[in-house]
């Protein structure tokens, strides 16, 4: 498995499990970029504020979330690694714009993770937010 790979499918499960920056850092530049077009994202731009925003879900309303990897591809001649996956979970827990709805959510979505050497520089999230808050009941 190459570098990049590697680096890219443990940030993957340390972003996705919860772990927040205290983990996440490990893999990524600390002045990491963020971006999405998607609203519930859209005033993210740090990569850190991301991965802090991923463990709240969690710790709160989202606490079975999990994902489901389908697809993680090395582009090494553009320095980047895509991750396809599915993120599953049921709004069971506090927190939310509205109280827990017993709802579930299976939502595809892409990180795209630009590397500097041997650390994420930027990363950006493909997902349709307004789709997956609907499913959940948010929206």
């Not at 850092?25 to 731009?45: G, M, V």
């Not at 504020?49 to 553009?78: F, H, N, Q, W």
């Not at 579930?104 to 994420?120: A, K, L, N, Q, R």
Request: include cysteine.
């Amino acid at each position: 498995m190459s570098s990049m790979k590697e680096t890219a499918a443990q940030f993957l499960e340390a972003c996705e499990s919860g772990k927040g920056w205290e983990v996440c850092h490990k893999y990524c530049h600390p002045d990491a970029t963020f971006t999405a077009q998607a609203d519930t994202f859209a005033e993210i731009d740090r990569l850190e504020v991301y991965t802090e925003a991923m463990k709240g879900m969690i710790a709160g309303p989202l606490p079975d979330a999990t994902y489901d990897l389908k697809s993680l591809a090395v582009d090494e001649e553009r320095g980047n690694v895509s991750a396809y996956a599915v993120f599953k979970a049921t709004h069971t827990g506090e927190g939310g714009p509205v109280p827990a709805t017993g709802k579930t959510v299976d939502s595809d979505y892409v990180y795209v993770m630009e590397f500097d050497g041997d650390g994420i520089r930027h990363m950006t999230k493909i997902w349709n937010d307004v789709w997956a808050m609907r499913q959940i009941g948010w929206g």
